[in-house]
Each structure stands twice: as structure tokens, then as C-alpha cells.
């Protein structure tokens, strides 16, 4: 699960493509859609509801944020592939899990990398296992003794996403025992281990921090390389014997591939403008989701990396669904 990458946190300076002089400058003349396709209140809708308001004004048009859910998230996914490629249907999702649906579903009716074309990256975040606080364990060498004595029910947001992966390649690397419970998203299956239907819940940190600083979670660990001031002294998973681990969640933008350059050029522009004025960072780097912005070809290189490498944790898991 280590992630070798370029250095994309870097590229975030590139605020938006070169204009081209010879296109006139795209102006919406109706509301645009930010379409997120999992359930209100995980990481993709949090980011969505903070940017829409910014992003109306520079806009001027209104700008909807729409929960379409189903299929895992391919359901959202598959309604921005199909629209028409003209701007006003933006897909807003954790792009790990996109990366990740052609290399589990067999029968995927849409293919991300034809139909879909990055607009910028917004954030990332790094999963954080956390627990009921009633679950014995204090760390990963005791949940994982305890989940080999009894049952251990892992909500993941869903079967073949990020975070079900990531609790997969934990399983394997420590001989840990899950049962895996999936949901519609991140905020369910955060809301069933805040109620004791589910024992651990392994999610991004944008989503699960405000319900470990408010103690209805016991973090246990983080999934990054370097601990995280914002949970104290909590170590990561590489620190508690999985060398290298890090995985997370990446949230960013893409529309109907096809779409002109000049939409391109002017939503890359906008959305780099709303995720990086100071009320948006400072929320989301209060929850510890870091910005990271990128130009349309960076993020279609990065998607493009995220594929190869998810295709290589999928093979080796043996994880295929209908």
C-alpha cells in the first residue's frame, strides 16, 4: 500500500491551464451541478457544500451540490460520463475509488478513463482506523488479537473502495480477521461504529476527526507516514509494523470527456480559487485534509498512476464484484 508518486503536492501551484487567446472565456448561463455519489456528510460532501458558495459567486450562476447514490459511487460516476460535455455537470468523488472500478467491478457500464477528464484535484486526507469506544484494544497489535478470537465487524463506505482495500492490505500484512460490512458512503459507516452496530471503521480523516476529538471514536491509527498533530500521539499504521503502509483519500473534479478547452480552463481556474480561499483551507486543514490542486493534465497523469497501482492491490487480493 506505500504510494510512490510525483511530487504532486507541489504541482499545486499551477493554478490553472494557459488560456487559450484564440477561445473566448467560458460564462455559464444556467446553474451548475456538483454531483457527489455517495450519501451527505462523508469527505466528498463536506468538500462539495464548502465550495459551492465560493465557487457560485465567481461563477455567477448557482452552483448545487446533488447526492446521486447507488452502485458504490458509480452510479453519480457513470450520470457525469453521460452528460453532455459542456460544463454544467461536475462529478466531485473520492478519485481513489474511481481509479479503483474498473479493476473490481467485471461488469462496469462506463469506463473513468475514456469517459471522465480531470478538472483539478481539491484535497487529501489520510485514513484513520478508528474504533467503537467500547472495543479492548489500544492499538493494532491488540485489535488485531482480538478480531483472531472474535467476530470483528469493518464498516467500509464500500465493498472495493479506498478504504475496503486499505483494510484488506492491513488484514494481510498483520493476519487480522475482518468482516466487512459496506455502506453508501463514509458517513454511514462512520455512523453505525459511532453506534456499536460496526467495531471499526477505517476512513478518511476529513470525515471521522469531529467523532474522535468529540470521544464517540478511539482512533487507533493514522495511515500516513508521518504522525499527525491534530490526533496527538496516535502512530501510523508503518510505526505499528506494516512497513510503508500509507493510504487516504483524494478528493477531485472531473466532467464529461469531450469537454472544450476553454470550460476546462475556466472551471480548473474557479475551483483552485474556492478550494483555496482562506475559509474553505482553514476548515478543511482544521479537520486534516490538506489542498492539493493540480491542472487538468496532472490530475489525468495522477488518475491515470492511481489505476496501475490500485489494478496491482486488486490482483493480488483476489477482489472482483458484479
Known amino acids: 500500500m506505500q504510494v510512490n508518486r510525483r511530487t504532486v503536492l507541489g504541482a499545486s501551484l499551477a493554478a490553472a491551464l494557459p488560456l487559450a487567446h484564440a477561445q473566448q472565456a467560458w460564462q455559464p448561463t444556467r446553474p451548475v451541478r456538483l454531483i457527489v455519489p455517495y450519501a451527505p456528510g462523508g469527505s466528498s460532501d ?72 480531470g478538472v483539478t484535484m481539491l484535497a487529501y486526507s489520510p485514513h484513520l482506523l478508528a474504533v467503537h469506544p467500547s472495543v479492548p484494544a489500544n492499538n493494532l497489535k491488540e485489535l488485531v488479537a482480538l478480531s483472531q478470537k472474535s467476530q470483528i465487524n469493518f464498516a467500509v463506505t464500500a465493498m472495493g473502495s479506498a478504504p475496503h482495500l486499505a483494510g484488506v492490505a492491513v488484514e494481510r500484512a498483520t493476519g487480522a480477521k475482518w468482516q466487512y460490512i459496506p455502506y453508501k458512503g463514509g458517513a454511514q459507516a462512520v455512523a453505525d461504529t459511532i453506534a456499536g452496530q460496526t467495531q471499526v471503521v477505517m476512513n478518511g480523516m476529513l470525515a471521522t476527526l469531529p467523532f474522535v476529538q468529540s470521544g464517540k471514536l478511539k482512533v487507533l491509527a493514522v495511515s500516513k507516514r508521518t504522525r499527525m498533530p491534530l490526533i496527538g500521539d496516535v502512530p501510523t499504521l508503518a510505526e505499528q509494523g506494516i512497513a510503508g503502509f500509507e493510504s487516504g483519500t483524494w478528493q477531485g473534479t472531473l466532467v464529461a470527456n469531450g469537454t472544450p478547452v476553454n470550460i476546462m480552463t475556466r472551471l480548473n481556474m474557479e475551483l483552485i480559487k474556492a478550494i483555496r480561499s482562506p475559509d474553505v483551507r482553514s476548515k478543511l486543514s482544521g479537520q486534516g485534509a490538506q489542498v492539493v490542486t493540480m491542472t487538468p493534465a496532472e490530475q489525468d497523469r495522477f488518475f491515470d498512476d492511481e489505476r496501475k497501482r490500485w489494478l496491482q492491490v486488486v490482483t493480488q487480493a483476489g477482489i472482483k464484484l458484479d
Request: charge should be negative; charged fraction near 20%; include cysteine.
Open 46 to 117: 463536506i468538500i462539495a457544500r464548502a465550495i459551492s458558495q465560493p465557487l457560485s459567486e465567481a461563477l455567477g450562476q448557482s452552483v448545487i451540490v446533488e447526492n446521486k447514490v447507488g452502485a458504490n459511487g458509480n452510479l453519480g460516476a457513470e450520470f457525469v460520463a453521460r452528460s453532455a460535455p459542456d460544463g454544467y455537470n461536475i462529478l466531485l468523488c473520492d478519485t481513489g475509488a474511481l481509479a479503483i472500478s474498473p479493476s473490481v467491478y467485471t461488469r462496469l457500464s462506463f469506463d473513468p478513463g475514456k469517459d471522465l477528464r
